[in-house]
């Protein structure tokens, strides 16, 4: 991934590995998000393409039954509430496409 999930994944596996993660409450990032261009149709395509390979790479079988309902049902609902089928399309497609990246791997 280069954008949306790397860092949960990285840290599952830090954590896997023996890792003890730590936050830094005192911290601040920004991120800068052009909301104006299509920022927001990219946000839905990625986020639903690997986190269909993070699930499918780093969750068992219990956790991942939970993101699927997730993944397939409530993100999608939001969508069709909103009436913004441009973005439910891309929603489906990245699903669809995060299943041939992990296969691919």
């Not at 390979?53 to 969508?79: H, M, N, S, W």
Request: hydrophobic residues 40%.
């Amino acid at each position: 991934y280069f954008m949306y999930i790397e860092d949960v994944d990285y840290c599952t596996r830090l954590r896997k590995m023996g890792y003890h993660l730590v936050v830094c409450e005192a911290s601040h990032i920004w991120h800068k998000v052009d909301f104006e261009n299509k920022t927001r149709n990219i946000q839905a395509y990625y986020y639903a393409r690997n986190m269909r390979i993070f699930v499918r790479k780093c969750l068992g079988l219990r956790r991942r039954f939970e993101a699927y309902i997730c993944l397939f049902t409530i993100d999608p609902l939001k969508y069709l509430i909103r009436l913004d089928f441009a973005n439910l399309k891309l929603h489906m497609r990245g699903l669809s496409e995060g299943v041939n990246k992990y296969v691919e791997r």
